[in-house]
């Protein structure tokens, strides 16, 4: 299986803050990587799909890049409503793996 | 806007068979992809298997081929069977929707299946 690893495991940022993340995948992944959010109770959203393109509907402050292995999730102006747990997630091989998550706390 | 509905027993016991259904509102297109995903309380995400329109299948080794996905189009459903369970298998359940193979774009709001005697 595809091992994805994220870090930190978790991150206290204030409004305003430009905050990112990264994910690290066991092996090559091509450009088959996307970043979900999660907030408690709910089911997650998909924000970017391949490594770097904006699900419809999602705001331009949040972003992603990389290739191979290593990927990283950037918001560039955090907002009340983004504290939440993100979860990186590889397709290129089955079984399709996530990360553990980072959650991203209000300091 | 397709959305989705987890259907299913809340409890289900020791080496029984969990079985769910998701209802799609709007059409099961040919192209699509449909998924199962799960997440134990207090864990993480894992990939359960998906299921294209025309009945293809591809699940999580992990679970030993005690998954068993299908489709009916005419009732816009896809279901999830997963035998022998144990409390490992204790988790919300849910489904969804990818335009690709693996990007989830739309998600049931998840439904808690917890296996105990």
């Known amino acids: 299986d595809v091992q994805m690893t994220q870090s930190p495991s978790s991150l206290s940022a204030s409004v305003g803050d430009r905050v990112t993340f990264t994910c690290q995948a066991s092996q090559p992944i091509s450009n088959f990587l996307n970043w979900y959010q999660q907030k408690p109770g709910k089911a997650p959203k998909l924000l970017i799909y391949?490594?770097?393109n904006l699900e419809a509907g999602v705001p331009p402050r949040f972003s992603g890049r990389g290739s191979g292995t290593d990927f990283s999730f950037t918001i560039s102006s955090l907002q009340p409503e983004d504290f939440a747990t993100y979860y990186c997630q590889q397709y290129d091989a089955v079984p399709y793996t996530f990360g553990q998550g980072t959650r991203l706390e209000i300091k | 806007q397709v959305q989705l509905q987890e259907s299913g027993p809340g409890l289900v016991k020791p080496s029984e068979i969990l079985s769910l259904t998701c209802t799609v509102s709007g059409s099961i297109r040919s192209g699509d992809y449909w998924g199962w995903i799960r997440q134990p309380p207090g864990k993480g995400l894992e990939w359960i298997g998906s299921i294209y329109h025309s009945g293809n299948t591809y699940d999580n080794p992990s679970l030993k081929s005690r998954v068993t996905m299908s489709v009916d189009a005419v009732k816009n459903v896809f279901s999830l069977q997963l035998r022998s369970v144990t409390a490992a298998d204790t988790a919300v359940y849910y489904c969804?929707?990818?335009?690709?193979?693996?990007?989830?774009?739309?998600w049931g709001q998840g439904t808690m299946v917890r296996v105990s005697s």
């Open positions: 969804a929707k990818s335009p690709t193979t693996g990007a989830f774009d739309v």
């Open positions: 391949d490594v770097s």
